[in-house]
């Protein structure tokens, strides 16, 4: 048994407000403690951390101890996909995906209990699960979720009892497209690290521009709503660059947008 002893907010290598897009800021970078993180290949760490709490041996209980356990808001909007507690050692089963997540091995647990506790902000679910068998979630509210309160794929024998589920996050500051230039940033890295960043693209009707170019004008125009929605900075309503951003990455509806 894991007892919280007090309130979490998950907020793992943060990054500055100047640069929230440089590689490394938010993402785990060990690949020793978070198979996949170096290489983006081959790992559960591929896309970045998945959970705040990932239980990866069977016959475990997590007390909360009336607690709560909640991203940051940085983090929260940094990693646009991920759970609180993910019952297992990767989100994905092996073959499943947006990329290969399976690395050692995945590993289904039973036997685990999560209660008495909060559940708070999180990009997709509260808690997550593929394959186990034998899960009580007992006396949870998990509320401020982007997707789902609880989602157990192909799971057995589940007990979920006196736990409130919702309100679901109404007020998701960007789209999909936010999530999958973040999941690009590191292998944009690679390209310039692989030395390709003079080489130059010509796009129809547009000016020839060099692949550094479009990596840098990608990242500031991401940076731009970051600090809008994380830190009130306001731009000029005129500003090409601007205009551009909030086309692409800003979510003036709140609701949920696909992949965001």
Known sequence: TYCITSNIE?????????????????????????????DQISG????????????EASDVTI??????IKYSFPFYLQQRWGSIIEIGNSAFIPSTGPA???GDGFIAVHNIEIRNGKLGLTSHHSVHGNNNNYVSITDINANSFDVAGIQCNSCTNVDISDCVIGPQ????PVLGRY???????????????????????TFSNRQTMTVNDIIDRLINQMDMVYNYVNNDIVYDEDDIEWIAAQKIFYNPSGWMDGGS
């Open 44 to 55: 559960p760490y591929v896309l970045g951390f998945f959970a705040a709490i990932a239980i």
């Open 63 to 68: 007390d909360l101890q009336g607690n709560e």
């Open 10 to 38: 998950f907020n793992p290598l943060a990054g500055s407000s100047s640069s929230p897009n440089d590689p490394g800021a938010w993402y785990p970078t060990d690949p020793t403690n978070y198979l996949g993180s170096d």
């Open 179 to 201: 999530t999958h230039a973040r999941a690009f940033i590191p292998r944009l890295k690679q390209i310039i690290d692989d030395g390709y960043g003079d080489e130059e693209i």
């Open 100 to 102: 290969n997540f399976e």
């Open 169 to 172: 996050n109404q007020n998701i």
